[in-house]
């Protein structure tokens, strides 16, 4: 069977059975099978070539957002009783992103080719890491992919609410303060020359401050794509250090959870996906021992990742969950109490779950304390720049008029 990326997308015009004019797109393994199918639908064509393709276009990535969507339809397709394979194609149809259409219609190839959903999914790890795999093998496995779906779409939403919430917390205070560097340095480049214009003729000695914004303006003026690029390649190298460099990412995320008040989110937030992703993987069937790695995998932060291996490891020598987490010394007392409470009475799975519900409540009332924290610390910033600026030009002409 050929699949999406051998198949080519076709633009076509023709009447309906009832003489209507119809255009539309479809795709075929070449013409002579795209005209095939259209008249099995009752179409004469009139004119059907290959789409063209854009000369500039960028394919949109696949988002996590996109896989949380695609997760929820297809779990609702399946509970409807729709067959897997033809739930494919329903929620392909509503899907915008070609990205995102091609990688379905791949999926779909596959599992109609008898090689199963789990390993069709595997094939595209970068969109669905091991955790997810692994969770609908257990659903194919049980035979309740419907069910497993459900549980995943779940995990996956509440997942991608959570990085949300953070993300709303610092979108806010970093566009603000890229606007105010890119105000201050549009006036250090524009507006402050034309005052040094003016100094040169005062024949005085200019104030401390004034000459260094006039010195900070010059090197702006003749260095600024300089600035640009080594801001640029000091991002990159930040990236790519913390990607390719584990003690890098520990010593990060080490710093970024001592950080005031962003610390106390991004610890809540790693708590909460600790609890969510075992909650969501013990209740699938999976060990414990073996939801556990898959839950490092999750963590999102390095330290974690090395606490959850090392709690795998203490449960391994047959050392309770709950007393393995507090051995840690990692994770608050309220989630080795859950789970203490959970192992006792066999439903540690809707324990997790509680205590990951709570977790990410405290993120999002943490968030939205932050953005109120920030907003007047944010304007103080803007009014100690652009309001320096103003004195430093101006502290010459006052001291003139003082003079005379």
Partial sequence: MATVADTQLFVYKGKNRKGEKIEGELRADNLSLAKGQLRKQGIISTSVKKKPKPLFSRRKKITPADIALFTRQLATMMK?????????????????????????????????????????????PRNF?????????????????????????TYKEKTEQLKAKIKKAMTYPVAVMVVAIIVTAILLIKVVPVFAETFSSFGADLPAFTLFVLGLSEALQNSWMAILVIIAIAIYAFKEARFRSPKFAYAVDKYTLKVPIVGGIVYNAVVARFARTLATTFSAGVPIVDALESVAGAAGNALYHDAILQVRDDVTTGIQLQQAIKSSGMFPILLQQMAAIGEESGALDEMLEKAATHYEELVDNSVDNLTSLLEPMIMAVLGVLVGGLLIAMYLPIFQLGNVV
Avoid: Y
């Fill in 129 to 153: 890491d091991d955790l997810f795999c692994s969770l609908v093998d257990s659903g194919e496995t049980a035979g309740a992919l419907e069910t497993m779906l459900d549980r995943v779409a």
């Fill in 80 to 124: 409807a009783g729709v067959p897997l394979v033809q739930s494919f194609d329903i929620v392909a149809d509503g899907v915008e992103n070609e990205t995102m259409k091609e990688l379905i219609f791949q999926i779909r190839d596959d599992v109609a080719a008898g090689g199963g959903f789990a390993n069709a999914l595997r094939k595209s």
